[in-house]
């Protein structure tokens, strides 16, 4: 009966370490899923026109996440069937609703980062 019981404890303390040592080797936090895509037709991308010290960009992302942006200027955003947040300048975010298509013809917002939800 003590041989069984003992056999049990240390079968417990075995998948315990096991799950202490798992949890500590694995990273925990937001998955970083999103990808810069080629632009195509039909697709249903998140989709923005940019600029920057004179050049100018047109991008594509797919699936959720979030990167960087490098701080250009945004003229205008098709979300396609993507929710989006994007985060500028001044501090602010702004979420913008999938199968929207926004233009910023005046005021475009220097965008840090981008994040697909």
Same mark, same amino acid.
């Given at each position: 009966?003590?041989?069984?019981?003992?056999?049990?404890? /240390?079968?417990?303390? &075995?998948? $315990?370490?096991?799950? &202490?040592? $798992?949890?500590?080797?694995?990273?925990? /936090?937001?998955?970083?899923?999103?990808?810069?895509? !080629?632009?195509?037709? /039909? !697709?249903?991308? *998140?989709?923005? @026109?940019?600029?920057?010290?004179?050049?100018?960009?047109?991008?594509?992302?797919?699936? &959720?996440?979030?990167?960087?942006?490098?701080? @250009? @200027?945004?003229?205008?955003?098709?979300?396609?069937?993507? +929710? *989006?947040?994007?985060? +500028? &300048?001044? /501090?602010? #975010?702004?979420?913008?609703?999938?199968?929207?298509?926004?233009? $910023?013809?005046?005021?475009?917002?220097?965008?840090? #980062?981008?994040?697909? *939800?």
């Amino acid at each position: 009966m003590f041989s069984k019981t003992k056999k049990t404890v /240390g079968s417990v303390t &075995a998948a $315990f370490a096991a799950a &202490a040592a $798992f949890t500590v080797a694995v990273p925990s /936090g937001d998955a970083f899923a999103i990808d810069h895509v !080629e632009c195509r037709g /039909g !697709e249903n991308f *998140l989709k923005i @026109w940019s600029h920057s010290g004179g050049s100018q960009s047109v991008d594509c992302y797919a699936n &959720a996440g979030r990167t960087s942006f490098g701080d @250009w @200027w945004v003229d205008r955003i098709s979300t396609g069937n993507n +929710d *989006l947040i994007y985060y +500028d &300048a001044n /501090g602010d #975010s702004v979420r913008i609703p999938r199968w929207t298509d926004i233009s $910023f013809p005046n005021r475009p917002p220097q965008v840090r #980062s981008i994040e697909i *939800l």
